[in-house]
């Protein structure tokens, strides 16, 4: 009765697993896994089996899948001697107070800089080098203070025609914003958000001559030449 | 003064996050159209000329420092080759090196510096190159701010004015002005636009015969954009007639009274 009951049941499982396992190795035979051929060599031995059981009523155990052994055994613990981990650490230790000291030693030099130093061979023809001093006339003298009178006032006039200018800017720019709040609330708060892509502004010029068209720069060579100072 | 104006702007900020929008088309028609517009500048390139004051202020700066500075190994060695040419005067020349003698001088050397000079071409655009007085060409009056104006069809007559749109239902003012850059000049001028805000506006009636969809009239607001990158010619949109890149001073020959008032209120003069 029992037998009657179950084995169809079983046996339908089983056939489906099979099936399963056979397409899973058809899927992916490339990669890993069996090739096609074990896997219908499986399933037909599988199935003998099955008629086996069939036959002598051998109930069959199911598959189980045991869980993953990814686990190693523990390595046992290396035993070494004190006497060599404290000569490692004395070892270390010197050789930071070697770094320490060194960079005590150095601290009061700085690093040169090169382009601020006069060279040498400059300081020594100095007095060749002397502009003999033209006396200024007194008319001079007074053309000069003159122009830098007159400097001072043309860029305090620049200056503030500038301010003024940039006060308009604004008032203009909150008028329209005024009037754009009576048409629309919705545009007007998207108009006082703020621009996160216009800072940083750059921009360039103007400068002394327009650049030339279609320009093919020359690849230049160079050298390095910065000293190196630890 | 930064603190509060800083304080404020963030009380906007909160104010912008908490009211939930309206429906935006429900909102904005009211009785005015709302119509975004492009001011399109091109900076200046080159430096403009100096001014007489400017040259004057220039060369005292270079007299005063020629004055301070010392002597270049240029200079040192004029004054060498003038001591040597009067001991060849003298007879003495034997005991001067030959080969001494024979090396290019200080003088030899400025006159072919000059020469080199004069056979040299700049490649500034000059008054020969047409593009100079072509008043549709970008690269025109290259020390000046250039703006684009446009010959737009409004109503019936075709008049000068900034290139604008009509704000459409979805978009903000800023995108409708966007989308205008690339429907008037195509996609090879890039353009960085100044902040969110329009920089100012203007309004006209519409004339009463034309007044369609409840609309008296129209409110014109200005976007500040400035050209960045030029890829190729700029292409016009179907809805522009003719274009021109003006300078400031020629801008009022082109604009009625009211509108050109109303444009010099934000523009930023180069002069």
């Known amino acids: 009765m029992l037998e009657a009951n179950c084995r169809p049941q079983k046996l339908a499982e089983l056939n489906m697993l099979f099936q399963v396992i056979a397409l899973a190795n058809h899927n992916n035979n490339d990669t890993a896994g069996l090739p096609p051929e074990t896997a219908l060599g499986m399933a037909q031995s599988l199935r003998n089996t099955l008629n086996l059981s069939h036959r002598l009523c051998v109930s069959i155990p199911m598959v189980v899948l045991t869980q993953g052994l990814g686990a190693e055994p523990l390595k046992k613990k290396k035993r070494i001697d004190p006497m060599i981990i404290r000569q490692k650490e004395e070892r270390r230790k010197k050789k930071i107070e070697k770094m320490i000291r060194r960079l005590e030693k150095n601290a009061g030099q700085l690093k040169p800089i090169d382009e601020l130093e006069v060279p040498h061979a400059l300081m020594q023809q100095m007095d060749i080098r002397k502009r003999q001093e033209v006396p200024i006339s007194e008319e001079v003298a007074e053309q000069r203070a003159q122009l830098a009178k007159q400097w001072c006032h043309y860029k305090f006039e620049q200056h503030q025609v500038e301010v003024t200018m940039l006060k308009k800017i604004m008032v203009a720019r909150d008028q329209a914003l005024e009037e754009l709040r009576q048409e629309s609330e919705d545009l007007w708060l998207e108009a006082i958000q703020v621009d996160p892509a216009l800072l940083p502004f750059r921009a360039k010029g103007p400068v002394a001559t327009p650049p030339i068209k279609d320009y093919d720069t020359p690849d230049g060579e160079y050298y390095n030449i910065t000293k190196k100072w630890d | ?271």
């Open chain 2, 1 to 271: 003064m930064a603190f509060v104006l800083r304080g404020s702007a963030r009380a906007l900020q909160a104010a912008a996050h908490h009211i939930t929008p309206r429906s935006m088309s429900s909102v904005a028609a009211g009785k005015w159209q709302i119509v975004g517009s492009a001011c399109i500048t091109r900076p200046p390139v080159v430096c403009p000329p100096m001014t007489p004051l400017e040259q004057q202020y220039s060369e005292m700066i270079t007299a005063i420092e020629e004055e301070n500075s010392l002597k270049s190994d240029h200079e040192i060695r004029a004054e060498q080759d003038r001591i040597n040419l009067e001991i060849m005067k003298t007879g003495e020349a034997d005991e001067l090196d030959l080969e001494e003698a024979s090396k290019q001088t200080a003088i030899e050397f400025e006159d072919s510096c000059l020469e080199e000079l004069k056979s040299f071409k700049t490649t500034h655009l000059d008054k020969v190159n047409p593009e100079v007085k072509d008043v549709k060409s970008i690269n025109r009056a290259l020390e000046r701010s250039l703006v684009l104006v446009v010959k737009q069809k409004l109503g019936t007559s075709e008049e000068w004015v900034f290139p604008h749109t009509p704000w459409q239902p979805g978009e903000t003012l800023r995108q409708t002005c966007e989308r205008l850059v690339q429907e008037t000049c195509g996609n090879d001028l890039k353009v960085k636009f100044l902040g969110n805000a329009p920089c100012g506006f203007y309004k006209y009636k519409y004339p009463k015969t034309v007044r369609k969809e409840g609309f008296i009239g129209a409110k014109v607001f200005f976007y500040k954009c400035q050209v960045r990158n030029k890829d190729g010619p700029i292409t016009p949109g179907t809805n522009i007639v003719d274009h021109q890149w003006l300078t400031q001073d020629e801008l009022d020959t082109r604009f009625k009274q009211s509108y050109a008032k109303s444009i010099s209120k934000f523009l930023v003069s180069d002069r």
